[in-house]
């Protein structure tokens, strides 16, 4: 297969998409969206996460099947049922997190993704080929490096020649520049544009930053709740219009009930917190924040800009690497007798991983608090199942989980089950301190109403709860002071009577920008 | 006994007797190709664990050893930790105890016992507590240096051996010193079986209940099960590490310090025979339940105590049950994966929408 040289060629297809609709179980992830992409266009995709951009770009690559709607390849209507199908018509994605052979070298790397390598490989013929197609690109890499010693920029370089090399000429980039510097970001986007004025590629790019879309595309698609919410030519938009189209214009959903104002005691003061990722590379940066007695603090933010971090941080499940946390005064080190004392309750994203045994039953993992308490510890030693088991049942009453019985282990309880298990645990007793991270994420309305309505309860009666969520309705609907986290700092703080969505959005899509 | 519970212990019970029966084809397969009818052997088998009092007696003193060196997989499994230094717990507890008994010569009888058994089960929790605080403070893995640990074990004891502690009367076994003669352990009542297989099999029980009836146990599996959710609920992660590696050590220890007391009365060569190699497959084949062991040890027991006859008789390569064991290791491995997957046991009314 030799398709490098015929690039410039053969030009890109015109790609259109109309009426995309997909759903999952009840809810419809896109609802009739159409867009059309004409041959050497470089096109945005932006919106918040959830919106629905990863589910259109999935159903145009096969991933995903269509409910409804056509993919039509220059005029013509195309069946893409797989990733195969979609590399033989020339769709090519990369994706946000690199999918090379860290052991190889670069053109090892680039040739293992052909669909029809011979047993044996003629590298001297490859090599050839390899270096034709090199010479032809706009950026250039040395066929005998390692993977290992390139930068996250190159590595990214690599992952569009690999495309390119196997015949893409549309290319999907999907939040390309979450892994990179400024510098490399605007070299590799430059690139790719410069690709797209020269008719050889068209692009889609997926971000939810406006300075890329501003600076790079001719186009722009904005998604809100699955939906096209608004399209058009990048000039002829302000990024205020768009800001506007992807966080909407409704007014706020009426929120519960709230007796007091919120500002009581102070519960938890976070100082100058600093916290790495598994990687070692700071995700929370310098971060700090008060929390007092009945007021529901939001934070903002799209995913991956340390929200994940700074909560495991809060649960002991990461250490900080500077700063200090206080709670009700003290500093705080997260051992069991502290968590008892000031009565913080948690509950984070995934709750099964991060806040549940998988393998105990529902009666077990709701005394994951207190076991070790009365009246589940008798004599401070011995376990009482039974009186385990009897406030298990009084729990799954009182929070209505849906589960075959106490003993049913937690896996085979529903998403929204295992959230009101975890809620049942946590607020079983007074609390003082609830944070709280996507609490609705994948949950029907039902369950969505009765866990927020559980949670300004919480906060009625006192408690300082801190939440934070991806889904900026949530934050808008629950909270009383609205915080926004971007690339691991507050970038931004509001009170609820205050706050401009416009604003907030673009705080959320942009940092210090 | 709650239904998921029963349900459980059957699927082990089913899945543990399919990977015997596996194991008993395949071995029968390989004294098939040696020259030799796989029914003759199976009998000599059972002639040689079971059938007879003397062979019987024979099973349960490999057994008890085997039933403590089990436990130092099982116990630190059950908090999430791979352990395999129980060959090396057990060397280094036997060596404690020779130390005791010679310094404790003229003791009373059941003080020095006491004392002899204290010591190498310390040294023992020790030996293995060490890997799990490299684990928890240093991030070495637990399995990588239990297994290093077995080898500088049995390097240290033969440099003891050899040397400091050599018994120079003794021509034609090296050996260390021996524990005074009145301090040696004795048969059980009734059968001819030394102590420590009371001694196991009471250990068993008693982390059975530590592991099953007591806060602590919870605490445990709680970690063991995810350890994200025994932070969030703050547990104190390193000390309970630390605690069921001391236990699991401890045991394996103890077994030592039997194996000095009741067997042999002295450090040798005799002591590194694979007790705690096996005692990691009692530990899989009783998933990590404490009660179970003392069962699956004897079956192990059994395995070990037919092996002599079973190369008398065939003329068999002494290696013969090492090949059995084998075979049966690597298939209660594969039987893992069986777990969960078999629908009888898996009852589709636990399914809610």
């Not at chain 1, 070299?187 to 600076?215: C, N, P, Y």
């Not at chain 2, 068999?316 to 893992?336: E, H, I, K, Y």
């Amino acid at each position: 297969m030799n398709m490098m040289s015929e690039l410039g060629m053969i030009a890109p297809p015109r790609v259109t998409m109309t009426g995309v609709t997909k759903r999952f179980g009840a809810l419809t992830a896109l609802d009739a969206v159409s867009i059309d992409i004409a041959p050497g266009s470089f096109h945005a995709l932006l919106g918040e996460n959830g919106a629905g951009k990863s589910t259109l770009v999935k159903c145009l690559m096969g991933t995903y099947r269509a409910d409804e709607g056509q993919v039509l390849l220059d005029g013509r209507e195309t069946q893409i049922n797989s990733t195969r199908d979609a590399q033989k018509a020339g769709l090519g994605m990369v994706y946000q997190h690199f999918t090379l052979v860290p052991s190889m070298s670069v053109a090892e790397n680039l040739i293992l993704g052909e669909a029809d390598l011979p047993a044996v490989i003629d590298w001297r013929a490859r090599r050839k080929l390899l270096r034709a197609f090199m010479a032809d690109m706009p950026f250039q890499l040395d066929l005998d490096r390692a993977i290992s010693n390139l930068s996250a920029g190159e590595k990214q370089k690599l992952e569009i020649l690999k495309q390119l090399y196997l015949g893409s000429r549309f290319l999907v980039l999907d939040e390309p520049t979450s892994v990179l510097t400024p510098d490399e970001a605007d070299q590799i986007l430059g690139l790719m544009r410069d690709l797209a004025q020269a008719g050889r590629i068209s692009v889609i790019l997926i971000s939810h930053k406006l300075r890329e879309v501003e600076s790079y595309a001719d186009e722009v698609t904005v998604l809100r709740q699955g939906r096209v919410s608004g399209q058009g030519r990048v000039a002829d938009l302000t990024r205020s219009d768009m800001v506007q189209m992807m966080v909407g214009e409704d007014t706020f959903a009426k929120s519960e009930a709230r007796s007091t104002s919120g500002s009581g005691s102070t519960h938890l003061t976070v100082r100058g917190l600093c916290v790495d990722d598994d990687k070692g590379v700071a995700a929370v940066r310098d971060l700090s924040l008060e929390l007092r007695s009945g007021e529901i603090v939001g934070i903002a933010g799209v995913s991956g800009n340390g929200q994940t971090e700074f909560v495991e941080t809060l649960a002991g499940q990461r250490n900080e690497t500077a700063g200090e946390i206080i709670v009700d005064g003290v500093p705080y080190s997260k051992t069991r007798k502290e968590i008892r004392a000031a009565r913080i309750k948690l509950l984070p994203e995934a709750p099964l991983d991060n806040a549940c045994v998988r393998g105990m039953s529902v009666a077990q993992n709701l005394a994951l608090r207190d076991f070790d308490q009365p009246p589940v510890a008798k004599g401070g030693v011995w376990l009482d199942k039974a009186a385990m088991r009897a406030r298990a049942v009084d729990l799954i009453t009182r929070f209505r989980v849906k589960t075959q019985g106490p003993d049913a282990p937690i896996e085979t309880l529903s998403g929204g089950n295992v959230q009101r298990t975890v809620l049942a645990r946590e607020l079983s007793d007074k609390s003082n301190i609830l944070i709280v991270q996507n609490p609705c994420f994948g949950l029907d309305l039902k369950a969505v109403a009765e866990i927020r309505r559980r949670i300004v309860d919480a906060r009625n009666d006192g408690t300082a709860v801190l939440l934070i969520s991806e889904d900026l309705d949530e934050i808008l609907e629950l909270s009383d002071r609205i915080l926004v986290m971007s690339e691991g700092q507050i970038v931004f703080e509001t009170p609820r009577e205050d706050a401009d969505l416009q604003e907030i959005g673009r705080h959320m899509a942009q940092h210090g920008d | 006994m709650t239904g998921t519970g029963f349900m459980n212990t059957m699927e082990a019970v089913a899945i543990n007797a399919a990977a015997f029966v596996i194991t008993m084809v395949l071995f029968g397969l390989y004294v098939t190709w040696l020259g030799h009818n796989p029914l003759d052997v199976y009998y000599v088998l059972w002639l040689g664990s079971f059938a007879r009092q003397i062979s019987i007696e024979s099973t349960l003193t490999n057994a008890a050893p085997l039933m403590l060196t089990a436990l130092c997989t099982a116990i630190p499994a059950r908090a999430g930790l791979l352990v395999i230094g129980g060959e090396g717990a057990l060397v280094v507890g036997g060596v404690a105890t020779v130390l005791v008994g010679v310094l404790l010569s003229g003791a009373p009888f059941l003080v020095g016992v006491t004392l002899m058994s204290l010591a190498g089960a310390i040294a023992g929790g020790l030996w293995i507590a060490f890997a799990g605080a490299l684990r928890q403070y240093r991030g070495v893995n637990e399995t990588i240096s239990t297994l290093l640990l077995n080898y500088i074990a049995i390097a240290v004891m033969y440099h003891l051996i050899t040397g400091p502690i050599r018994d120079w009367e003794r021509v034609l076994k090296t050996s260390s010193w021996s524990i005074p003669e009145e301090l040696r352990v004795g048969a059980l009542p009734l059968v001819d079986v030394h102590w420590g297989l009371a001694v196991g099999i009471v250990t068993c029980l008693i982390l059975y209940v530590v592991m099953r009836k007591t806060t602590f146990g919870f605490g445990v599996d709680v970690l063991g099960g995810n350890q994200r959710a025994a932070q969030m609920a703050g547990l104190p992660i390193n000390k309970m590490v630390l605690i069921c590696c001391f236990m699991g050590g401890a045991a394996a220890g103890l077994a030592g310090a039997f194996e000095v007391t009741a067997v042999h009365g002295f450090a040798s060569e005799s002591l590194v025979v694979g007790f705690g190699y096996a005692g990691i497959l009692v530990a899989f084949l009783s998933r990590q339940n404490p009660a179970a062991i003392i069962l699956m040890a004897i079956i192990l027991g059994g395995v070990a105590a037919s092996g002599g006859l079973l190369q008398r008789r065939f003329d068999l390569p002494d290696a013969t049950t090492q090949v059995l064991q084998g075979l049966l290791f690597m298939v209660v491995l594969a039987s893992n994966a069986a777990y969960g997957r078999l629908n009888i046991f898996q009852p589709a009314a636990w399914r809610t929408a």
